[in-house]
């Protein structure tokens, strides 16, 4: 008998660490959002109101379960509120609507400054003399499970929705691109072709924009900070494509396309059209001898 009640006991505490998550999991989720995180939404996501029913539905069980399984750190003396809380959890799952979903499986923390904070760098220079600087920056997206953000910014990307700059969009996008195993502008897409189509129209767009920042072109949909690197191409053409997606589908059609596919919504549905139309760009001509590969996926 003593037997038997040990072996009982050893499978419980074996079970345990599965079965207890997936059980407040459904908990969570069981429970509706109050009507002080819908009101949070509404307000840091101008366009919830022009979503259908069943999406804002989406979104509240993908932000029950970021705040359910996310842990959220004040840094710098930053109290977090509940408010902050649901407004970066609304943001983050914008992302992951209409697409199958972990909600940020490697992520654990989000680090919460009040406003822009110094990270340390090191700065490469002339004969490679490594200098130790402080950066200031307004976000950060690490691989090791941590999410990095002034909140002073991720409030303002919510009043200036529609200018395409959004910090807490842009560094959950390079979450989902860390999905792939390494942060190259290249996410999780599931098939051989459609990381070939992918590769081909990114590397075309990027090296347009590598174009337009060096030339100083300030006709640019997309912000020349993400002429850096295909990772933050990436993480910019997800801004423009939330905020600006009219402008976006307008100038970089294939871009938007793709983004559509990866995205799975189209938020053109949540905007108006700009008026007056955008006035028809001419292609960019890439001086010679510069082209640029899309990082190896």
């Known amino acids: 008998m003593d037997a038997l009640l040990g072996i009982a006991l050893l499978a419980a505490a074996l079970a345990t660490p599965y079965w207890y998550p997936r059980w407040t999991l459904k908990r969570a989720l069981a429970r509706p959002l109050s009507a ?34 996310k842990k959220f750190v004040g840094c710098a003396g930053l109290e ?94 390079h979450q989902l691109d860390s999905e792939s195993g390494t942060t190259n502008g290249a996410p999780y897409l599931g098939s051989e072709e459609n990381y070939r189509s992918w590769s081909t129209v990114l590397s075309r767009d990027f090296a347009h924009l590598r174009h337009e920042a060096w030339t100083g072109n300030p006709d640019s949909v997309l912000d020349h900070y993400g002429a850096t690197s295909p990772a933050e191409f990436f993480a910019v053409a997800t801004e423009a494509f939330f905020g600006k997606p009219w402008q976006l589908r307008e100038r970089h059609p294939a871009l938007f396309d793709e983004l559509h596919k990866y995205y799975r919504v189209d938020p053109r549905d949540w905007q108006d059209a700009p008026t007056p139309a955008l006035p028809e760009p001419a292609p960019p001509t890439l001086p010679a001898n510069r082209s640029f590969a899309w990082a190896n996926w």
């Open 80 to 173: 977090v509120t509940d408010e902050m809380r649901v407004a970066i959890a609304g943001l983050a799952c914008m992302l992951l609507l209409d697409r199958p979903s972990k909600v940020y499986r490697p992520l654990h923390t989000i680090l919460l400054y009040p406003g822009a904070f110094a990270a340390p760098r090191q700065d490469v220079g002339p004969g490679g003399i490594v200098t130790d600087v402080r950066q200031t920056m307004l976000g950060e997206s690490w691989t090791d499970g941590r999410v990095v953000l002034s909140w002073d910014d991720v409030a303002r990307g919510a009043l200036e929705w529609s200018s395409g700059h959004n910090v807490a969009l842009h560094e959950f996008a």
């Open 36 to 69: 002080p995180a819908v009101r949070t939404l509404r307000e840091y996501i101008p366009v919830y109101d022009r979503m259908t029913p069943a999406l804002q539905q989406q979104l509240h069980r993908l932000v029950a379960q970021f705040l359910h399984q």
